[in-house]
């Protein structure tokens, strides 16, 4: 008879459980379908880690690319900044272009979506409050030989003579200029890299801004220093050396 | 009751079967056989019976056209009042099956059973196993997600490596020569129609066998097989030692056909069912998509398998493996039963066993998928840029855009399929970091005129910048000899 009741109870128990689990089971599929269509991705932590930390950082800093997330940056560069070089890339740059139109996987509405987002998490408006930052794009054409004294008086402390490399590296390598457009190298000499130590304009050199002829000279000088081939010959590529592998 | 009893023997009076179910069922079996070894057969058969009674309920939802397939089951997983725990039933089923047709097939070959007088009941099983992998592969595709789409995609072009019929093959799977409309009703047609017509045919030949036959009996050790004394030996010891079927032996194949039946529902509740995964849109291609459990290990074997050796091993792998277990009894249809004395048989089993588990293992890294995204979400790790030169920050760009990252791992995170990068530089000089990126090799794309040169040097200077703290990194010799005599290489 123990034995009997012992399997009832057995039972029953089983039920309940079954029960309970059938109200709720783990694994009925939640509302909508499993996999969300890329396209209808409209979350901006999810756009932007899975298309620009890789190269801008998880936190809008410390990837090798420009930090999108320093509010001094965001506070020179306007959306429609964001947004046009979000779209189309920087052509000859690491930087490539998202849209959907312009062979990307983003469609017009998660760029937007992500220049936003930019914007809204990283930006504090009054970073430059009483500060007079040059304008983002130039707006007065660079003279090449008045930005080599301009780099002499704020840059060379410490990228050494003539950019060769000094405290801070060498901004005047031919493949490293190839790769950077003269509107980055102008974005970079405004706001600096503070993650990296780069000071912006008004850092270089203590109690004195750049105003915005220097840096469209600066800018004109570093562009005067392209390479005609840039990257040629291979750095100490050597024929006679090379068949090991 | 009365009238159940009537009706039966007005039917077994002009049926005139009574007599043999009763004697099947009630036929004498060796009695160690009544073990909890040899349940596996009967469960596979239970399993197929569920999975028959739920394709059925699918089938009347489901809608085998391209356009509409995915949106089906969708329906199905949230419209329809438990829709999706009989997709769950139906997709964990096809898993339990393949793995207890695995299994049976396992036993049956430890305990020998395949050898004399069964050759041909084993080698319809072996058939059985084809083609319950055939249902397992078209079910997946009528799934018709991304996921299905690579399943079939590796199918195709498996089949495509047959020389001379090659493309005829593949449009005659795909019903033209993409996957499209035409290829998920051909699939709909061999899932429902052709291949579960095979099976019960197969089905129905192996069991007439097993009856006709007999059960194996439990292998001693010792005791040898021979096609002159078989049969009578068999005969002796089921009627000296033997039991009927029912209801002496039946009872452990019920209670382990049930308790495989409750893990179906178990998994089919707690798991749920199998995708869909993304909609099967060839221009979406930010998906991971891979095949199901069963042919992940195919998957890395083809993403292993360097090009050249590809065709070859398509084609001549699948007729080694199947000719030799069709041959298998006849190879060895006497002598000895018991793996207790057959080592190498019990070596074979572990060696495959291992050899299929490391291969399912590796192919679940996702970096196998044929577009991949991770080069856009992974950063290079921050100790990595931690004080480079401007030149060296672009090359770590060019190595994220370039998706070197999908590849290579750095500090343990990314891609699998080449060697890890973090400690490059100890082993290659400029010169051969040049050349393996211009050049590729190995599994390795060749990047050439995708690598501007500008991009290549920066790429190099960040590579070179790879190598654990306080270990220089590697240097051409004959090089370092010239650049240390003449001049300095100007340093960027």
């Known amino acids: 008879m123990s034995l009997l009741r012992q399997v009832a109870l057995g039972v029953a128990g089983l039920v309940v459980l079954g029960l309970s689990g059938c109200a709720n089971p783990p694994g009925k599929p939640g509302p909508g379908p499993e996999v969300v269509n890329p396209d209808s991705i409209a979350d901006f932590a999810v756009l932007y880690k899975a298309n620009c930390a890789g190269c801008h950082g998880f936190d809008g800093k410390g990837g090798a690319a420009i930090a999108l997330g320093d509010p001094v940056y965001l506070a020179v560069a306007d959306d429609a900044v964001l947004r046009r070089v979000a779209t189309e890339g920087v052509p000859g740059t690491s930087m490539p272009a998202f849209a959907k139109s312009k062979g990307g996987m983003l469609t017009e509405k998660q760029v937007e979506i992500i220049a936003h987002g930019i914007r809204e998490k990283w930006a504090k408006p009054d970073v430059l409050r009483g500060a007079d930052p040059p304008p983002y794009a130039a707006t007065t054409a660079g003279n090449s030989s008045r930005g080599a004294d301009v780099y002499t008086i704020f840059c060379a402390s410490c990228h050494g003579i003539a950019g060769k490399g000094g405290k801070a590296s060498s901004i005047v390598n031919g493949s490293f200029l190839a790769l950077m457009s003269d509107q980055e190298l102008r974005t970079i000499v405004i706001v600096g890299r503070p993650e990296l130590g780069a000071p912006d304009w008004r850092g270089n050199v203590p109690g004195k801004s750049m105003s915005a002829q220097d840096v469209s000279d600066v800018v004109a000088w570093l562009a005067s220093q392209r390479a005609q081939f840039p990257g040629e010959p291979y750095p100490q590529t050597d024929k006679s050396t090379g068949g090991t592998r | ?492």
Not at chain 2, 80 to 93: Q, V
Request: with cysteine; proline share 7%; net charge neutral.
């Open chain 2, 1 to 492: 009751m009365r009238l159940i009893e009537t009706i039966g023997k007005w039917l077994d009076a002009r049926l005139q079967i009574g007599e043999t179910i009763r004697e099947t069922a009630e036929h004498s079996v060796p009695r160690d056989t009544a073990s909890w070894f040899y349940v596996f057969g009967s469960a596979a058969l239970v399993v197929f019976m569920l999975q028959i009674a739920t394709g059925i309920m699918l089938a009347l939802i489901y809608v085998p056209s391209a356009g509409q397939a995915w949106n089906s089951l969708q329906i199905l997983n949230h419209s329809i009042t438990l829709g999706w725990f009989i997709r769950g039933l139906h997709g964990w089923g096809s898993d339990f099956m393949v793995a207890i047709v695995l299994i049976h097939m396992v036993q049956v070959f430890l305990f020998g059973a395949y050898k004399y007088p069964r050759e041909l009941t084993w080698m319809v099983g072996v058939l059985l196993l084809l083609v319950t992998l055939g249902m397992a592969f078209t079910g997946q595709v009528l799934r018709f997600d991304q996921d299905a789409y690579w399943g079939l995609g590796i199918g195709v072009s498996i089949a495509s490596h047959v020389p001379l019929m090659g493309s005829w093959i593949v449009s005659l799977m795909l019903g033209g020569p993409i996957i499209a409309g035409a290829t998920l009703t051909r699939f709909f047609a061999l899932h429902v129609f052709v291949i579960p017509g095979l099976l019960i045919g197969f089905v129905a030949v192996h069991l007439l066998m097993v009856i006709k036959l007999g059960i194996n009996e439990w292998p001693m050790p010792g005791r040898i097989v021979r096609k002159a004394t078989y049969v009578k030996e068999y005969h002796e010891l089921t009627k000296k030692d033997g039991i009927p079927f029912v209801p002496a032996a039946v009872w452990k194949d019920m209670f382990f056909s049930g308790a495989i039946l409750l893990a179906v529902a178990a998994c089919a509740i707690y798991f749920g069912p199998f995708g869909p995964s993304g909609q099967p849109d060839p221009t979406i291609i930010q998906t991971a998509p891979r095949p199901d459990f069963f042919f992940l290990w195919l998957y890395a074997v083809l993403s292993f398998l360097p090009p050249s050796m590809e065709t070859p091993a398509m084609l001549i792998g699948p007729v080694v493996v199947i000719g030799g277990l069709l041959l298998l009894p006849f190879i060895f249809g006497e002598g000895e039963k018991s793996w207790k004395r057959r080592p190498i048989a019990v070596l074979t089993i572990l060696l495959v066993a291992v050899a299929l588990g490391t291969l399912t293992h590796l192919a679940t890294y996702t970096p196998w998928s044929p577009v991949m995204d991770a080069w856009s979400s992974l950063p290079i790790p921050a100790e990595y840029l931690h004080n480079r030169s401007a030149l060296e920050r672009q090359g770590a760009l060019v190595f994220q855009v370039k998706q070197c990252h999908n590849c290579h791992s750095l500090d343990h995170e990314g891609g699998k399929r080449g060697p890890a990068l973090d400690a490059v530089a100890l082993q290659l000089t400029d010169d051969q970091l040049i050349r393996q990126v211009i050049q590729g090799g190995g599994n390795m794309p060749a990047y050439g005129k995708n690598l501007s040169p500008a991009e290549t040097t920066a790429l190099v200077s960040f590579l070179k910048t790879l190598h654990p703290e306080g270990r220089p990194p590697a240097r051409d010799a004959a090089l370092a000899h010239a650049a240390g005599s003449v001049a300095p290489a100007t340093h960027p």
